[in-house]
């Protein structure tokens, strides 16, 4: 947890110099999650930082720090103090949410800019339909149903529908069948089953 917190102080002093970076993946969920606890149920914490930038603004921060492109994942990636951030640079990098309706949409919590749920909820079921199996696809499915259970039956779905196509919505349906929740709720048969109903609401509001 300690090296969680050196992720969020990194992001943080990114986001005091370039307030229009918008970070994505498992620090924005865990920010999500954490200002707006509804059960027991602990955030995952990343062991790196992924955020969304305008051309401009990477141009300035690759004048400041040492970046490497990673053609084959689509990204570029830089180290700072030994922290992994994952640079998706708009017109540069196709994300299933542009750049662009991801800033305009986005909220502020604890100093940083993050993606607001619903184009989180998409980003992480794109992830999680190139992942798969894996190891991450297993922890894009936790995220997946806590951005489900924190939009509950009010998600603005204008800012959903535009991209969620069935391959999406299976991917939503496919969670709501497996058995991520009783290992979420540490195994509290009682807790599990309420959370799992309140994810298929939510899925069926969606789809």
């Not at 690759?62 to 570029?76: G, Q, S, V």
């Not at 009783?182 to 807790?191: P, Q, S």
Request: glycine share 8%.
């Amino acid at each position: 947890m300690q090296s969680f917190h050196k992720i969020l102080d990194l992001c943080q002093k990114l986001s005091q110099g370039m307030p229009n970076v918008v970070f994505i993946g498992g620090v924005a969920t865990y920010l999500h999650w954490a200002q707006r606890t509804i059960s027991t149920m602990k955030p995952d914490v990343s062991h790196d930082a992924d955020f969304m930038i305008s051309l401009p603004d990477y141009g300035i921060l690759k004048d400041e720090e040492e970046i490497t492109p990673n053609p084959r994942l689509a990204k570029h990636q830089m180290i700072v103090e030994g922290v992994e951030f994952d640079i998706y640079v708009d017109r540069l990098h196709r994300l299933a949410v542009p750049y662009d309706e991801a800033l305009a949409n986005s909220i502020e919590i604890e100093g940083i800019r993050l993606a607001c749920l619903e184009h989180l909820l998409i980003l992480k079921l794109e992830a999680l339909v190139s992942r798969g199996s894996s190891g991450k696809g297993e922890k894009d499915r936790r995220d997946i149903a806590r951005i489900g259970l924190l939009l509950g039956c009010r998600p603005d779905k204008s800012l959903i529908e535009p991209y969620l196509g069935e391959g999406l919505i299976q991917q939503l349906q496919d969670i709501a069948r497996g058995s991520i929740f009783f290992g979420m709720c540490k195994h509290d048969a009682h807790e599990a089953k309420k959370a799992r109903a309140a994810f298929k609401l939510f899925v069926s509001g969606v789809s």
